[in-house]
């Protein structure tokens, strides 16, 4: 079975470019997160999505950060513009939602880097 | 304010040996903890839960424990070996609800040869 599929690995870009990023979750998976990660410290969720609908965005910069999972399956996560402090790396996760065995299962990531 | 703290340093144990790796919190009452592992360059990849009624928890050379008194998860890995090298990271959920978790900062371990 395919794991959680992220797209691109790497990407640099100068500041005030946009960027996206794809993420294709496991198969079957109606829970979707995003993250981000900075060096030395932990993941932190930026936007989860149940099937379709965002249903915690908190913590989702919403100037300039902006998320998609139109049918419910993959998911792009949008900057625009892209600020210096955006560098880090972007975690996409899904689980099958099962309200004590939500494990999450994370693609590998894309680092951004912002010039 | 709501907290999670890992081993601050790095830990570096001889193989063969045991690693404890600590998760302290403040200000969650979490329903469950997990655990996961960080290589370079790579996703978090789950290891174990631990619901808050389970005092222990045991995979192959993995124990974790998890003491809601103390607010505090002990992570064992036994009979360490290189390949067990990585960071770890405790997650728990700190939000009510069942999907989210909070992660910490991990703690890197080396298992030296």
């Known amino acids: 079975e395919a794991g959680v599929v992220q797209s691109p690995r790497y990407k640099i870009i100068e500041k005030k470019q946009p960027v996206a990023f794809w993420c294709n979750p496991i198969?079957?998976?109606?829970?979707l997160y995003w993250y981000l990660q900075n060096l030395g410290q932990g993941p932190e969720l930026l936007i989860r999505?149940?099937?379709?609908?965002?249903?915690?965005d908190s913590q989702l910069p919403k100037d300039r950060f902006s998320a998609e999972r139109l049918k419910g399956v993959d998911s792009t996560l949008k900057i625009q513009p892209a600020e210096l402090g955006d560098s880090a790396v972007y975690l996409c996760?899904?689980?099958?939602?099962?309200?004590?065995?939500?494990?999450?299962?994370f693609g590998p990531g894309t680092r951004l880097t912002v010039l | 304010s709501q907290k999670i703290e890992q081993n601050s340093e790095a830990l570096n144990i001889q193989e063969g040996k045991t690693a404890t790796l600590t998760c302290n919190y403040t200000?969650?009452?979490?329903?469950?903890l997990q655990w996961y592992r960080q290589d370079p360059g790579r996703g978090p990849v789950f290891l174990l839960l631990?619901?808050?009624?389970?005092k222990e928890k045991r995979k192959e050379r993995l124990k974790v424990t998890f003491d809601t008194t103390l607010k505090q998860s002990l992570f064992h890995i036994t009979a360490s070996q290189p390949a067990d090298s990585a960071t770890y990271l405790c997650?728990?959920?700190?939000?009510?609800?069942?999907?989210?978790?909070?992660f910490g900062s991990g703690t890197q371990l080396t298992v030296l040869p």
């Open positions: 997650a728990l959920d700190g939000s009510g609800s069942a999907r989210q978790l909070t």
């Open positions: 631990i619901r808050e009624n389970e």
């Open positions: 996760a899904s689980s099958s939602g099962q309200k004590f065995n939500n494990e999450q299962f």
């Open positions: 200000n969650y009452s979490p329903a469950y």
């Open positions: 999505y149940e099937n379709e609908e965002a249903v915690d």
């Open positions: 198969s079957g998976h109606n829970t």
